[in-house]
C-alpha cells in the first residue's frame, strides 16, 4: 500500500496480558515514529526510530512498553503485562527523514478490559 | 504540564463563514509549529505549518497566524466547507528534537451547510 500500515485496527484484550502492534511505514522512510492518543486528547509522543535505532524513547511511560525496528523498515510496539490505563489509539508515523513530514498510520486502537 | 493547549474542544460554524481555530502554547523553545486535520477512524493529515521567524503563512484556504509575544496562534480556515468538518490538532516542536511533535487536545470543528 502507498500509505503507513497498522494492524490490528482493534485489539481487546484482558488486563496483565502482553500487546504488540505491527506498523508497516512507506516505503523508503527512514524515520518511524509512535504515538498514542487517548480518548480526548491528542497524539502523544512514545519513541522515535532512525533507522534501526531508537533515537528517542523519553515518551516511553514505562518498563511495560517497548519497541523495536530490526530491519528499519516494520516496527513492532510491545506492551507487557496491560493495564487499563493502556487503553488508547496507537498512531504510527513515518518520515522519508528526520525533518520530514509525518504520515500517520489509521492506528491501533486498544481496549484493555 | 500540557505545552500546548486548545481550549476550544469544538467550533461551529456555517458554511461560507471563516472558521477561526485558537491554540497556545507555553514553551518559548518551540520553533516550528503545525496544524493536523483528522477525520473519524483515520489517521492525522498534515494541513499547514509555520516557522517561528514568520507570522503568517497562507495555503489556499487555510492561513496560520503566529503571535510569538503572546504565545499563540489560530488557524483560519476561509471560506468553510462541509468538507473541513472533522478534528484539528495543533502541534509544536523543538527542531532538534526530531521528530517529536506536541499535540493540543484538538479542537472538532463542523461545518453545516
Known amino acids: 500500500g502507498a500509505g503507513v500500515s497498522q494492524t490490528p485496527s482493534n485489539k481487546v484484550t484482558e488486563k496483565g496480558k502482553y500487546v504488540e502492534l505491527r506498523c508497516d511505514p512507506i516505503?523508503?522512510?527512514?524515520?518511524l515514529y509512535w504515538y498514542r492518543q487517548s480518548l480526548g486528547q491528542g497524539p502523544e509522543f512514545l519513541i522515535y526510530?532512525?533507522?534501526?535505532?531508537?533515537?528517542?524513547d523519553s515518551g516511553l511511560p514505562n518498563d511495560r512498553f517497548f519497541a523495536v525496528r530490526p530491519e528499519g523498515s516494520v516496527s513492532t510496539l510491545k506492551i507487557q503485562r496491560t493495564e487499563r490505563g493502556d487503553s488508547a489509539v496507537y498512531l504510527c508515523?513515518?518520515?522519508?527523514?528526520?525533518?520530514?513530514?509525518?504520515?500517520f498510520g489509521e492506528g491501533s486502537r486498544l481496549t484493555v478490559l | 504540564d500540557q505545552q500546548v493547549k486548545q481550549n476550544s474542544p469544538s467550533l461551529s460554524v456555517q458554511e461560507g463563514r471563516i472558521s477561526i481555530l485558537n491554540c497556545d502554547y507555553t514553551n518559548s523553545m518551540f520553533d516550528y509549529f503545525l496544524w493536523y486535520k483528522k477525520y473519524p477512524a483515520e489517521g492525522p493529515t498534515f494541513l499547514i505549518s509555520i516557522s517561528s521567524i514568520k507570522d503568517k503563512n497562507e495555503d489556499g484556504r487555510f492561513t496560520v497566524f503566529l503571535n510569538k509575544s503572546a504565545k499563540h496562534l489560530s488557524l483560519h480556515i476561509v471560506p468553510s466547507q462541509p468538507g473541513d468538518s472533522a478534528v484539528y490538532f495543533c502541534a509544536a516542536i523543538i527542531s532538534s528534537n526530531t521528530g517529536k511533535l506536541i499535540f493540543g487536545q484538538g479542537t472538532t470543528l463542523q461545518v453545516k451547510p
Open positions: 526510530f532512525q533507522g534501526t535505532g531508537a533515537a528517542d
Open positions: 508515523a513515518s518520515s522519508v527523514s528526520s525533518h520530514g513530514e509525518l504520515f
Open positions: 516505503s523508503g522512510h527512514t524515520a
